[in-house]
């Protein structure tokens, strides 16, 4: 991948326009929106896409305004929405995915699909691009390298036991940076492992939610650590939750929420419905652009290869 060549693709990743931004809601969102934040001065956390089926954002805006907003660490399918997300969405090269003209996704610059280097696809967390593309160096705080490489289990998905060899290609040569290359060396061992082990036991601590853990850790069987809302939070208990996801990273990381750009206090609320199922049987038929078109899909992506993940009726 290119700098350079992302950057003058979508300026929208690193630039001072004004932008709306809506993140997911897990661990890896809630780092990726504060350095964006960081690195976009005149960005606002505008709201909150949370259990891919309802969208919380501020009462100052329109639902028109939805369509002109950046979403972070999320595959909007919505043309002029811009996403920056890493799930695979492509089924083969010949779809057109018009929905997706507007947005970044990590499969999509390194042509990974359903039926193209699927086992290649994107294993890390959309932090890990953003710390490549910034150019970031991680602060010299006790968890913060552990809670980076926590975000979407990166550090599990790195051990020798699982992909490994698939994550050094993306942090050695794919996204090669100094400070990914250094976590990389770190997370195949015992000693990262209950580093993680204690952080986790501080989030809990902290009131963040666990979630069920997947896959689990080479040595010590540990699980990731999403930090999902249970998803039948009202306006007010969101806020409470993603400002105090948002002040626990700050605090284990050092990237200071810039208050000023949160407008996240007043909150309302739309709600789609969220499906998954295989493949062939979603589809009955049909190609995946027809299927987009017709269904008035928000959101989806191709979790394996033969299951999507799909909301409709938001926007």
């Not at 350095?35 to 005149?42: F, Q, T």
């Not at 610059?109 to 994107?122: A, C, D, P």
């Not at 948002?246 to 949160?262: A, D, E, H, T």
Request: aromatic fraction near 10%; hydrophobic fraction near 35%; proline fraction near 3%.
């Amino acid at each position: 991948m290119n700098r350079k060549s992302i950057l003058d693709t979508y300026p929208w990743l690193y630039d001072d326009s004004p932008k709306n931004v809506i993140m997911g809601d897990d661990l890896d969102s809630g780092l990726s929106t504060l350095l964006y934040l960081l690195n976009n001065p005149n960005a606002t956390l505008v709201g909150i896409y949370t259990n891919y089926n309802k969208i919380f954002f501020s009462s100052k805006l329109s639902k028109s305004d939805l369509e002109n907003c950046v979403y972070l660490d999320l595959d909007i399918y919505q043309k002029n929405c811009r996403s920056l997300g890493h799930h695979i969405v492509r089924i083969r090269s010949a779809d057109i995915l018009e929905g997706f003209r507007s947005s970044c996704n990590l499969n999509e610059l390194e042509n990974r699909s359903v039926t193209n280097q699927f086992v290649k696809k994107y294993p890390l967390g959309t932090i890990h691009f953003l710390i490549w593309l910034y150019d970031t160096m991680i602060p010299n705080s006790k968890y913060a390298e552990n809670l980076i490489w926590l975000a979407d289990s990166s550090f599990i998905n790195g051990q020798s036991h699982r992909f490994r060899n698939n994550v050094s290609d993306w942090v050695n040569n794919l996204m090669s940076s100094p400070q990914l290359h250094t976590g990389f060396l770190n997370i195949d061992t015992e000693n990262f492992e209950n580093e993680i082990e204690q952080l986790q036991n501080l989030m809990l601590q902290g009131g963040l939610i666990k979630g069920l853990g997947q896959v689990t850790s080479k040595y010590k069987k540990l699980t990731g650590f999403q930090c999902q809302p249970n998803g039948n939070e009202d306006e007010k208990q969101i806020i409470e939750y993603i400002k105090n996801l948002l002040q626990f990273i700050s605090n284990m990381v050092g990237w200071n929420i810039p208050k000023n750009r949160l407008d996240i206090d007043n909150l309302t609320v739309l709600k789609g419905i969220r499906r998954s199922g295989n493949t062939a049987n979603v589809l009955n038929g049909q190609d995946i652009d027809s299927f987009l078109l017709s269904n008035n899909i928000f959101s989806y992506v191709f979790p394996f290869r033969d299951n999507i993940n799909y909301t409709t009726n938001i926007l």
